[in-house]
């Protein structure tokens, strides 16, 4: 699907598993670099199933990808069950736009998390950042120090 969203927002899409299968094998196929680690992803998790989104990264491993990981499985459990179901490195999403759940890193990695990504910290950062900067303005009538 074009654009692709953000899997934590609605009006998500999936494409067909066999179109994925197809990019994945595209980009095995275009691979020149032996280091180049080539991961899948899917939000059929929040559009479908959990139980087809385990399916789809089944098949992205069986393709060969490197990793695959399904979007939306953000508990302990969910991640503890993907670990069983999906073979390969799992890494997290922490994202501020899934809404508040609890999960530390060391809940994380005990769980057998190999790595996360933080993909919105730097956005609520900036965001928060310009809020500040207007409260001072409308308080102040001034940015000056």
């Given at each position: 699907?074009f654009?692709?969203?953000?899997?934590?927002?609605?009006?998500?899409q999936?494409?067909?598993?066999?179109?994925?299968?197809?990019?994945?094998?595209?980009?095995?196929?275009?691979?020149?670099?032996?280091d180049l680690?080539?991961?899948?992803?899917?939000?059929?998790?929040?559009?479908t199933?959990?139980?087809?989104?385990?399916?789809?990264?089944?098949?992205?491993?069986?393709?060969?990808?490197?990793?695959?990981?399904?979007m939306?499985?953000?508990t302990?459990?969910?991640?503890?069950?993907?670990?069983?179901?999906?073979?390969?490195?799992?890494?997290?999403?922490?994202?501020q736009?899934?809404?508040?759940?609890?999960?530390?890193?060391?809940?994380?990695?005990?769980?057998?998390?190999?790595?996360?990504?933080?993909?919105?910290?730097?956005?609520?950062?900036a965001?928060?950042?310009?809020r500040?900067?207007?409260?001072l303005?409308?308080r102040?009538?001034?940015?000056?120090?």
């Amino acid at each position: 699907m074009f654009p692709n969203r953000c899997g934590y927002l609605p009006g998500k899409q999936i494409v067909p598993a066999e179109q994925m299968l197809a990019k994945v094998k595209a980009a095995l196929d275009a691979r020149r670099d032996g280091d180049l680690f080539i991961a899948a992803r899917t939000d059929a998790a929040g559009v479908t199933s959990v139980e087809d989104a385990i399916a789809r990264c089944q098949l992205f491993m069986e393709a060969g990808a490197d990793m695959a990981k399904p979007m939306g499985l953000d508990t302990i459990p969910d991640i503890k069950r993907a670990l069983r179901e999906i073979p390969g490195p799992h890494m997290a999403t922490l994202s501020q736009a899934a809404g508040p759940k609890a999960r530390s890193l060391e809940d994380l990695e005990a769980a057998g998390v190999v790595a996360a990504t933080f993909p919105s910290v730097a956005l609520f950062a900036a965001a928060n950042a310009v809020r500040n900067g207007l409260r001072l303005l409308k308080r102040d009538n001034s940015l000056a120090p």
